[in-house]
T-cell receptor, first 114, second 115 residues
Framework: DAGVIQSPRHEVTEMGQEVTLRCKPISGHDYLFWYRQTMMRGLELLIYFNNNVPIDDSGMPEDRFSAKMPNASFSTLKIQPSEPRDSAVYFC????????????FGSGTRLTVV | AQTVTQSQPEMSVQEAETVTLSCTYDTSESDYYLFWYKQPPSRQMILVIRQEAYKQQNATENRFSVNFQKAAKSFSLKISDSQLGDAAMYFCAYWGNEDNNDMRFGAGTRLTVKP
């Protein structure tokens, strides 16, 4: 398996633009997590899915953020409209759902909003 | 809610020496898992080692080992024979069974390896 695949690796956009981050989890992993990493706040859980269903989105900062998982092999995180304070590294991670295995992370998307 | 504390923002070690990174956590659960992740400059989060709380034996993975003290809620990572490639951010993480189904991370420790 190629691991968790995220795209793009880097994204630079202007304030007010829509941004879409993409993630392909490992096949067979039932859980998918979206995290945001900043220097000030560290790793923050935004949302996670179980079998494509959003389970906990309490970490989503505000209505500008939305996430979908239309099937078991694809998820998106969308920010509309984007703001400079959204600049961060966004990680996707997947897991078989058993704590023993932990997470497998993607390589992250570095988002810069100017 | 469970919290994970890494009290050392930065640590440094001489190449070939041993270093220990500290981690404490707060929980009322008896069954849970603990992890150490490494994040090198490439920013990829890499699982280094895991520990199951109900196992008393400390986990080891080559040069990496943990000192798990369940009563003290302490989970330190020891890196032996440090190598330049060990330079990275190290995150301690907790994953329990109650209330949540996600992993809680500490703030991280930046490890520098001096040649």
């Amino acid at each position: 398996d190629a691991g968790v695949i995220q795209s793009p690796r880097h994204e630079v956009t202007e304030m007010g633009q829509e941004v879409t981050l993409r993630c392909k989890p490992i096949s067979g992993h039932d859980y998918l997590f979206w995290y945001r990493q900043t220097m000030m706040r560290g790793l923050e859980l935004l949302i996670y899915f179980n079998n494509n269903v959003p389970i906990d989105d309490s970490g989503m900062p505000e209505d500008r953020f939305s996430a979908k998982m239309p099937n078991a092999s694809f998820s998106t995180l969308k920010i509309q409209p984007s703001e400079p304070r959204d600049s961060a590294v966004y990680f996707c991670a997947s897991s078989p759902g058993l704590q023993h295995y932990g997470y497998t992370f993607g390589s992250g998307t570095r988002l810069t909003v100017v | 809610a469970q919290t994970v504390t890494q009290s050392q923002p930065e640590m440094s070690v001489q190449e070939a020496e041993t270093v220990t990174l500290s981690c404490t956590y707060d929980t009322s659960e008896s069954d849970y898992y603990l992890f150490w992740y490494k994040q090198p400059p490439s920013r990829q989060m890499i699982l280094v080692i895991r520990q199951e709380a109900y196992k008393q034996q400390n986990a080891t993975e080559n040069r990496f080992s943990v000192n798990f003290q369940k009563a003290a809620k302490s989970f330190s990572l020891k890196i032996s024979d440090s190598q330049l490639g060990d330079a990275a951010m190290y995150f301690c993480a907790y994953w329990g069974n109650e209330d949540n189904n996600d992993m809680r991370f500490g703030a991280g420790t930046r490890l520098t390896v001096k040649p």
